[in-house]
């Protein structure tokens, strides 16, 4: 595909910056927006002088058309929208701030993309907007439920991408993200997965703390997978839902041991209550992406923990630590 000038909202997170790399990897022009509120500069080190990349830091929550470099900006090929507020457990505590970033900071976005002629929105949405039933593995037309406000703010930007498509001929796509995970997911940040977690706590040798029976289920995808398939969708002009995982479901039982088999020492585990609004299990029907975008994850829950830690020790070493 020939070189394009894509916006990625959320660009200096975790999964976001992972985007960056490998946009600029091909030789796209990247300007990134992004209030740091969780993300850092410093995952987009790599491309610091490089002109492929520019960095804007402003608040999803404002009209983005509020903002002089970006209505400066020339042609937009693309947006993809992974800014959000990522946590459930918040979204109770402050479900309106929660509205703001996951809805309101949706709609901005796409008034913008409107505004300025770019046809294509990308959105990350979640497999939190699902119902649960107990029911595996759930494919895009599995009835929708959300558990808490983070999951139905999730769910009502896909519904105004849908409308922005019906009524202004975009094409607007929102790909359901299981349980990402691997390098540059911060540990200590609330809203940190669970393998991030643990490694972290094995690192420091800490007990792990599971949540629950410890037998409830995630489909847990490699973050770099996660991005090949964001950008397949943008090259294949996709729109509507689409599932983000492996089809493979784990339970954290399993990925406590998984995690602690890689350390010299097993830390043991901690047991605390179960946790408001988190579903028992998940597993995701990942044949739409393998039939329409031809594409699928290639990455192993083992070989993705093993290259996840491999970077976290190198952080650890970094941080002048003797792990």
């Known amino acids: ?36 509120s969780s993300g850092s500069t410093e995952n987009l080190s790599r491309w610091i002088g490089d002109e492929r990349l520019r960095f804007v830091r402003w608040d999803i929550t404002r009209p983005l058309d509020g903002c002089e470099d970006l209505r400066s900006h020339g042609r ?36 913008f993309a409107r505004n300025r002629g770019c046809e294509q929105v990308i959105f990350s949405s979640s497999a939190a907007v699902f119902q649960d039933n107990g029911l595996v593995p759930i494919d895009e037309s599995f009835p929708t439920g959300p558990l808490s ?14 409308l922005y498509d019906l009524h202004h001929g975009m094409r607007n796509a929102s790909f359901r993200f299981f349980n990402v995970y691997g390098p540059r997911q911060d540990p200590a940040n609330p809203y940190s997965g669970v393998i991030s977690k643990f490694i972290r706590m094995c690192i420091d040798g800490e007990r792990l703390i599971i949540f629950g029976d410890g037998e409830q289920t995630r489909d847990f995808v490699f973050v770099k997978d996660v991005v090949r398939t964001l950008v397949r969708g943008y090259e294949k002009g996709a729109t509507g839902q689409y599932n983000v995982g492996t089809g493979t479901e784990t339970t954290i039982n399993e990925l406590a041991a998984t995690i602690a088999g890689g350390f010299d020492t097993d830390p ?37 923990i093993r290259r996840t830690v491999e970077w976290y020790l190198d952080e650890y070493k970094a941080e002048g630590g003797n792990g």
Do not use: W
């Not at 091909?26 to 209030?35: A, R």
């Not at 047991?271 to 031809?294: F, P, Y």
């Open 1 to 36: 595909m020939d070189m394009a000038d894509i916006i990625v909202t959320g660009g200096a997170g975790f999964i976001g910056s992972h985007l960056v790399d490998h946009l600029i990897d091909q030789d796209h022009n990247v300007l990134v927006v992004d209030d740091l």
């Open 76 to 111: 937009i090929d693309c947006i993809f929208h992974l800014a959000a507020r990522i946590d459930v457990i918040t979204s109770f505590d402050d479900p309106l701030d929660d509205a703001m970033r996951n809805y309101i900071g949706t709609l901005n976005v796409l008034e």
């Open 149 to 162: 406000p983070y999951g139905f703010h999730k769910l009502m930007s896909e519904g105004i991408l849908d």
């Open 268 to 304: 043991g585990r901690d047991h605390k209550g179960e946790r408001m609004g988190e579903i028992q299990r998940s597993c995701a029907d990942i044949g739409r992406i393998k039939k329409e975008l031809d594409i699928g994850p290639d990455t192993s829950l083992c070989d993705g």
